[in-house]
């Protein structure tokens, strides 16, 4: 039995590793799509790549489910795309006894062989810096399309280069206009994305998942923690009162904060001309916004970009590998950007082209580009759509047109039809996008870096499934892993305190009891005199307030590994999440810090939510230690 169970494993390993599904052409996808949907419900064969079951002719030995026949599993997610077995497999027998057993069985079987090929198993991956991180289950199966965002999502420019130079550009339209900047220069490390600008205060904030301000920044000065505690006591952070509160939603804000920071400063000092007219701290954040908007506009800083790419984008060879693995698993991808035609086609031909295979171009990945898209009024509104029809840029109005044919989506000018597959256009609407792929809501995955813009708006108004980038997460996990001991010391230390402090209170309260002549005492105080109640008291209140000193500091450096004025990304105090990482848990489906890192998890992946931790957890559930020689005689 067990060398028949060794060969059914074997041979099972090895067919998974032979499956090959065909690449489907351009000219497939149109005639797949020429057919009504009952037709196209077909199963698409997968078959192995074994001689011998082709000549047996056992090629049908795999379907893969079509939305048709989809249906929910016990988390609730759709079906479609999931691999069945359409026929029994040699040595099935191998398989019988209780599931529990086989599958135990069999996953160490699989973990050893992810091990030999190099492969991270599921649950290692989730604790790495390129892990792929889920706040709502996902089965990346059932997905249809892929849409991604271009800036900081499939080209990830070094900040201190891109901004820097934002930056610059900024502060020489600030000098024309009239501002003192002379002595200025920019800090990438003054800033993180996720704090909040207060446009009425000249503040720079860190709240917590809440919106209860933890950190604070007037200028550049840190303020301390009275400080905030005045400023913000009795008010929350808002983002819904925009005229307020700024979002740094994304790594562009950095450069205007920057900006924006140190002018406040310069207003603060009174360093800025009276003929500017009276400025309070929101008239100079509108300032700095339309010097920095005159940079992206005039296109001077885009063009030094375009010139030497090299010099601000950070190449990712594996990334447009993870694209191809989507592309030939079926998915149909989109790149669905804010930025013009030009900068685009320069920018992924520079990031893409040269890792691809066989003379690929990245055009080749995608299946419709959308450029000057107008996120998020993409996302909401209906726009003009137009087709990009030469290599200069040169676009005619599009028009989207079901045909009774097929579902294709085309484009009119007079009698003239354009297929739409691997079209590039600039414009449009998200509604556009669903009618010409006949496919809606949850069946798209849309990936970007920008909270609001790409990935709020598409989940909020369209139901799409979303995928948050953040770079910065490498960094953080690694300032996590090097922060270790202190946090283990602070928590020790704070646990300390509150052990003392339970007893304390207790002694206090006996305390209180006998000034007022009750009989009624404390356990903890029952047999102590006075005087020794009172000699007690004394000597926790000096051991708290000893702990206080020693935990302060220690709380305020904790982050300081990652951004030494604001601590963690995501985290605000030493166990509440940040106001950016409740908003990535609300919006994003699934986070990462590239898009590569779908590489190492196959375009088939169940992404499945971890269980949340709640207060009362702990109290629900007993929670028991063993040493290993109790562990060892429960075996």
Not at 84 to 101: H, T
Not at 109 to 123: R, V
Not at 273 to 295: E, H, I, S, T, W
């Amino acid at each position: 039995m067990a060398a028949a169970h060794d060969s059914v494993i074997l041979g099972w390993k090895m067919s998974c590793m032979n499956i090959a599904f065909s690449r489907p052409t351009q000219f497939s996808s149109v005639i797949l799509h020429s057919f009504p949907p009952s037709t196209r419900a077909a199963k698409l064969r997968c078959r192995s790549a074994t001689t011998e079951e082709a000549a047996a002719g056992n090629t049908d030995i795999f379907s893969v489910t079509p939305s048709t026949a989809a249906d929910f599993d016990y988390l609730g997610e759709s079906t479609k795309g999931d691999l069945n077995l359409n026929s029994a497999i040699n040595g099935e027998a191998g398989l019988d006894g209780p599931i529990e057993d086989v599958a135990k069985m069999e996953a160490q079987e699989a973990e050893h062989l992810l091990n030999q090929l190099g492969i991270p198993d599921p649950f290692s991956a989730r604790h790495s810096a390129r892990g792929i991180f889920c706040s709502r289950t996902l089965n990346l199966r059932s997905i249809s399309a892929i849409g991604y965002d271009m800036d900081y999502t499939l080209i990830h420019y070094n900040v201190a280069a891109w901004e820097g130079r934002a930056y610059d550009y900024c502060m020489e339209n600030l000098r024309n206009m009239g501002f003192p900047v002379d002595g200025l220069a920019f800090d990438p490390d003054l800033v993180i994305r996720g704090l909040v600008i207060d446009k009425e205060k000249g503040n720079l904030v860190k709240a917590d998942r809440f919106g209860y301000v933890k950190r604070a920044m007037h200028g550049t000065r840190m303020l301390s923690t009275q400080k905030v505690s005045e400023i913000y006591g009795r008010e929350l952070v808002d983002l819904r009162k925009e005229g307020r509160w700024e979002f740094l939603n994304t790594l562009f804000s950095v450069s205007e904060a920057v900006a924006f920071m140190q002018m406040v400063d310069r207003l603060d000092e009174g360093a800025i001309a009276a003929d500017l007219g009276p400025l309070d701290y929101k008239g100079l954040y509108k300032a700095v916004g339309k010097a920095l908007f005159r940079a992206h506009v005039e296109g001077q800083l885009k063009s030094e970009i375009m010139s030497k790419p090299e010099l601000f984008v950070e190449p990712d060879p594996e990334l447009p590998l993870a694209l191809l693995d989507q592309k030939e698993a079926g998915k149909r991808l989109l790149l669905i950007t804010n930025s013009d035609y030009h900068y685009t086609e320069k920018m992924m031909q520079h990031s893409f082209n040269r890792f691809l295979p066989n003379d690929m171009s990245w055009r080749d990945l995608f299946d419709m580009v959308i450029v000057s898209a107008r996120k998020p009024e993409f996302f909401q509104l209906s726009q003009p759509m137009y087709e990009v029809v030469t290599d200069e840029g040169l676009m005619r109005p599009c028009f989207k047109a079901q045909t009774v044919v097929n579902s294709l989506t085309i484009c009119m000018l007079g009698a003239l039809l354009l297929d739409w597959i691997g079209g590039v256009y600039s414009g449009g609407s998200a509604q556009m996008i669903e009618n010409s792929l006949g496919i809606h809501g949850d069946e798209i995955l849309y990936v970007g870096d920008h909270i609001y813009t790409d990935v709020s708006q598409s989940k909020v108004h369209l139901r799409w499934r979303t995928a948050l980038i953040c770079r910065e997460l490498e960094d953080e996990y690694s300032a996590l892993i090097r922060s270790r001991g202190h946090r283990a010391t602070l928590i020790e230390l704070i646990n300390q305190k509150e052990v003392v402090g339970d007893l304390f209170n207790q002694l206090r309260l006996a305390l209180q009891r006998r000034s007022k002549g009750r009989p009624a005492q404390t356990v903890a105080a029952t047999h102590m005199e006075n005087n020794e109640l009172a000699e007690s008291i004394q000597k926790l209140l000096i051991v708290m307030q000893r702990l206080d000193h020693k935990i302060a500091p220690l709380m305020e450096s904790d982050g300081e590994l990652f951004n030494t004025r604001w601590g963690f990304l995501s985290r605000a105090g030493l166990w509440d999440k940040s106001h950016i990482m409740r908003q990535i848990e609300k919006y994003a489906d699934i986070y990462t810090s590239r898009v590569s890192n779908f590489l190492h998890y196959t375009p088939f992946m169940y992404f499945r939510a971890q269980e949340q931790s709640l207060a009362h957890d702990s109290y629900s559930f007993p929670h028991h230690k063993y040493n290993d020689d109790e562990a060892a005689s429960d075996e």
